[in-house]
């Protein structure tokens, strides 16, 4: 079992107790790493209904099989899973750059954080010497000063670091875990998680041999991903990036605009890639392994926030920008640099901000509530003052801190009509009103609004199905990418680097394979996907979550798109979506009720799990039936 | 015996990085450990990448310095330069991992093997660098100090004449 580190090591905060457990190879085969890994962890490590801030809520970092070893994109990932603050379900959030590296090369697959320290604390992993330290003087930092300091108190640059910011600190619901500087476990708000065990930041060392059991084999492989990476496969990510999709979704009408009003923004020349890579964009960088390089590092060249030098990717970009009403690029990367500053979810304090304005705009919240400051569409200086009093929790703040969401119902009002999330996550920059396959994608996601955990606006935007029509067929497409895309994170492999696995599963399974010595066939790796989609579920109904969940924002499917043109007049009613999920749940092999049947638990080998639906399957005899017995 | 022929020192290879293509994936690393000690370590490679900032990044390995200050420093005389390539050559049997060389090296290019406690420079892969064939941005170049010369000298040439170049429409 090489590429494995074999190891777990568990941090008990509450005690101080440190131990590690060797990894046990079915666990590895049947749930990969990364996500995969992590997310088994969770399960088996806390009890139904914790509070996700309540030391009995489990944090778990992992990194994948390909982590620490040359495969392309594969050697740097590492993904943090928790119960999300956000949706009360299953969290995960993956980040790349060099921490997931250090953590392989320390000898560690994953780390599970139990209990709450009683002070500020960091982790200094070197190797096998584990030690809890104090963080007290760390404590209000950012992530970027947090490594510093941390590298400059342990005396080594290359020792890595993952941390939280002051938003973490303070429970924000929308706080990340950043490493390498710009990188983001972002979703979910698992820094707040790690906020609330007082755990500032973990710090590795690692200096362990990676070994793969035949390299020439695996070089092979590595040398065809290389070749792929140069070519068209690549080609967005290696040159305009993500920033690409903002002319791409324009001119389809699904950029959603002033918190998806509407699904055109009038300023998107200047905040499109184009103009972004001529005017901004200083230099592209990689992450350890990758052949392909994406991190477009953006720095603004004059002007209030000349120097501003930051990372850039279309999702932030777009809530920060048109989700805001907000033109101006210059405050869109001034407000991408504060997020990180503060640690924060760039993709979800856009849509808070633009919540904010929404209800400022219908008057449910007024100067009054805002102190002060004009919070219309488009005040690009309004948004990066919300930015920092969401992330500090000042004023109003300290309620939209919450994520629009819980902060809608506090409000009250209209409020929650105006809160575009799904499960309590922020929505992210594609207007599904008119994409319905992503739309069912959406829906169906278990950490919540997410394109990333099944890619079903690909076909939509690529005009392989009609993107305006609910149908029949769209669940299959769903779940065949979801499948994908959870082996892609649980690898870790890149997503960007999707589109050079020509073969899908065959050329992933070749890659597994190659590092670890354990003969994974492409069907093998297809069901792993399946049954880590369906542990997602599983762990969402142990915590209460049903069909009623699989729903979309108010928004989406009560306000169709005004914008003339081709959407116009597109929205999801509830008649489509529950063809969609009736669709989408027959294919998963699911009840109509969104439940795994216990054949399909039993056919991707989890019957160690039927435990958690046998229940709900079998509802017990309804109170009538029972009086009724009696009789 | 034949005598080798001393070499030029202007003559001598080496793996060279270009800072404004290098972008810190440390594929370098990766491949070098690989080759030499058949496993994936930073620590093991003869190659080390710096990125001092998102904005500032390259990749280091030996600069066939001369005289090299490393031979100079070692006092165990383990160390000695090619006079054919530059390449330092190190002697496991005299080297007993002291590490004045690493202090005497400018460029962090030495680096202690942290298992045979004796110190590692980049040996070129015999004429065949790994590095400068694995590096997906072609940020590594197998040159001479001569050739690196030249290439900064167009460089500034055509920043100099950029008006002419592009009215003549000459292709450089």
């Known amino acids: 079992m090489l590429?494995?580190?074999?190891?777990?090591?568990?941090?008990?905060?509450?005690?101080?107790?440190?131990?590690?457990?060797?990894?046990?190879?079915?666990?590895?085969?049947?749930?990969?790493?990364?996500?995969?890994?992590?997310?088994?962890?969770?399960?088996?490590?806390?009890?139904?209904?914790?509070?996700?801030?309540?030391?009995?809520?489990?944090?778990?970092?992992?990194?994948?099989?390909?982590s620490g070893t040359m495969v392309p994109t594969g050697g740097n990932g590492h993904a943090f899973v928790s119960k999300s603050p956000q949706t009360f379900a299953m969290g995960e959030a993956k980040s790349h750059g060099h921490f997931g590296t250090a953590m392989k090369r320390a000898g560690y697959d994953a780390i599970i954080f139990y209990g709450k320290a009683e002070k500020p604390v960091y982790l200094w992993v070197d190797d096998d010497a584990v030690q809890i330290m104090d963080a007290k003087h760390l404590w209000g930092k950012s992530p970027q000063e947090t490594e510093d300091a941390i590298r400059n108190e342990l005396k080594d640059f290359y020792i890595r670091v993952a941390s939280i910011g002051p938003a973490g600190e303070k429970l924000v619901r929308i706080a990340c875990i950043i490493n390498d500087r710009t990188r983001a476990a972002g979703r979910c708000g698992l820094g707040a998680v790690m906020g609330s065990k007082n755990l500032k930041a973990i710090a590795i060392r690692g200096s362990k041999d990676v070994k793969v059991p035949n390299q020439d084999r695996l070089l092979e492989l590595v040398k065809i991903q290389h070749e792929r990476m140069k070519g068209p496969a690549a080609r967005k990510y290696r040159t305009l990036g993500t920033p690409e999709n903002v002319l791409?979704?324009?001119?389809?009408?699904?950029?959603?605009?002033?918190?998806?009003?509407?699904?055109?923004?009038?300023?998107?020349?200047?905040?499109?890639?184009?103009?972004?890579?001529?005017?901004?964009?200083?230099?592209?960088?990689?992450?350890?392994?990758?052949?392909?390089?994406?991190?477009?590092?953006?720095?603004?060249?004059?002007?209030?926030?000349?120097?501003?030098?930051?990372?850039?990717?279309?999702?932030?970009?777009?809530?920060?920008?048109?989700?805001?009403?907000?033109?101006?690029?210059?405050?869109i990367l001034k407000g991408m640099d504060l997020g990180n500053y503060y640690g924060v979810d760039t993709i979800s304090i856009g849509g808070i901000v633009g919540f904010a304005m929404d209800l400022y705009e219908h008057g449910i919240i007024g100067k009054e509530e805002t102190g002060g400051?004009?919070?219309?569409?488009?005040?690009?200086?309004?948004?990066?003052?919300?930015?920092?009093?969401?992330?500090?929790?000042?004023?109003?703040?300290?309620?939209?801190?919450?994520?629009?969401?819980?902060?809608?119902?506090?409000?009250?009002?209209d409020a929650p009509n105006y809160a575009v999330h799904i499960k309590g996550v922020e929505m992210t920059g594609y207007d599904i009103r008119g994409l319905k396959t992503a739309a069912l994608g959406y829906a169906v996601s278990f950490r919540g609004a997410d394109h990333n955990r099944h890619g079903a606006y690909g076909p939509d935007v690529a005009g392989k199905v009609n993107r305006f029509k609910a149908e029949k067929g769209r669940g299959k497409l769903v779940k065949e990418t979801e499948d994908l895309?959870?082996?892609?994170?649980?690898?870790?492999?890149?997503?960007?680097?999707?589109?050079?696995?020509?073969?899908?599963?065959?050329?992933?399974?070749?890659?597994?394979?190659?590092?670890?010595?354990?003969?994974?066939?492409?069907?093998?790796?297809?069901?792993?996907?399946?049954?880590?989609?369906?542990?997602?579920?599983?762990?969402?109904?142990?915590e209460d979550l049903t069909r009623r969940d699989d729903t979309l924002p108010w928004k989406i499917m009560n306000v169709p798109i005004p914008d003339e043109g081709v959407a116009k007049g597109s929205f999801v009613s509830q008649e489509e979506l529950d063809l969609l999920l009736d669709d989408y749940y027959e294919v998963r092999g699911w009840t109509k009720d969104g439940i795994p049947l216990v054949e399909k638990l039993k056919e991707v080998g989890m019957e160690d799990l039927i435990y958690i639906v046998k229940d709900k399957l079998e509802p017990k005899p309804s109170k009538k039936k029972a009086e009724k017995k009696e009789e | 015996m034949a005598a080798v022929p001393k070499a030029e020192t202007s003559k001598w290879k080496m793996v060279s990085c270009d800072p404004d293509k290098c972008t810190g994936c440390t594929v370098c690393e990766y491949i070098c450990s690989l080759t030499k000690d058949k496993v994936f370590s930073a620590q093991k490679s003869r190659i080390r990448t710096m990125r001092?900032?998102?904005?500032?990044?390259?990749?280091?390995?030996?600069?066939?310095?001369?005289?090299?200050?490393?031979?100079?420093?070692?006092?165990?005389?383990?160390?000695?330069?090619?006079?054919?390539?530059?390449?330092?050559?190190?002697?496991?049997?005299?080297?007993?991992?002291?590490?004045?060389?690493?202090?005497?090296?400018?460029?962090?290019?030495?680096?202690?093997?942290?298992?045979?406690?004796?110190?590692?420079?980049?040996?070129?892969?015999?004429?065949?660098?790994?590095?400068v064939k694995w590096c997906p941005e072609e940020a590594l170049d197998f040159t001479t100090k001569d050739i690196l010369a030249q290439k900064a000298r167009i460089a500034v040439t055509k920043k100099l004449f950029k008006e002419s170049i592009e009215v003549a429409g000459i292709k450089t």
């Not at chain 1, 004009?374 to 801190?401: Q, T």
């Not at chain 2, 690493?102 to 460029?107: H, Q």
């Open chain 1, 3 to 66: 590429g494995y580190a074999g190891r777990i090591l568990h941090v008990d905060l509450s005690s101080g107790k440190i131990w590690t457990e060797s990894l046990k190879e079915e666990l590895a085969r049947k749930y990969i790493g990364g996500i995969g890994l992590g997310m088994r962890l969770l399960l088996d490590h806390s009890r139904p209904g914790a509070d996700p801030f309540s030391p009995e809520n489990p944090l778990v970092v992992a990194t994948g099989p390909l």
């Open chain 1, 248 to 331: 791409v979704l324009q001119k389809l009408a699904a950029m959603p605009t002033n918190n998806f009003t509407r699904a055109t923004f009038d300023g998107a020349e200047k905040i499109s890639g184009e103009y972004l890579n001529e005017r901004f964009v200083a230099k592209i960088i990689g992450c350890s392994s990758c052949a392909m390089r994406c991190e477009h590092i953006a720095v603004v060249p004059e002007g209030p926030y000349k120097g501003t030098t930051t990372r850039v990717e279309y999702e932030p970009l777009w809530a920060m920008g048109p989700n805001c009403g907000v033109g101006n690029l210059d405050a």
């Open chain 2, 52 to 131: 001092l900032h998102p904005l500032v990044n390259i990749s280091i390995a030996c600069r066939l310095c001369s005289p090299a200050p490393c031979v100079t420093a070692c006092p165990r005389d383990a160390l000695k330069q090619s006079e054919q390539t530059g390449v330092i050559i190190i002697d496991d049997d005299k080297c007993d991992g002291c590490s004045w060389c690493i202090e005497a090296c400018d460029y962090g290019a030495i680096t202690l093997h942290p298992e045979l406690k004796k110190v590692r420079i980049c040996d070129l892969c015999e004429g065949d660098p790994k590095c």
């Open chain 1, 485 to 542: 895309y959870t082996i892609i994170d649980s690898l870790i492999v890149c997503k960007f680097s999707r589109g050079t696995y020509f073969e899908g599963f065959k050329d992933l399974a070749a890659l597994y394979s190659a590092v670890t010595g354990i003969e994974m066939t492409p069907e093998d790796l297809r069901v792993a996907g399946e049954r880590i989609n369906n542990l997602g579920r599983l762990f969402n109904i142990r």
């Open chain 1, 373 to 413: 400051l004009e919070l219309n569409f488009g005040n690009h200086e309004a948004m990066l003052e919300m930015i920092k009093r969401i992330s500090l929790r000042e004023g109003l703040g300290d309620v939209l801190a919450e994520g629009v969401k819980l902060a809608a119902e506090k409000i009250g009002k």
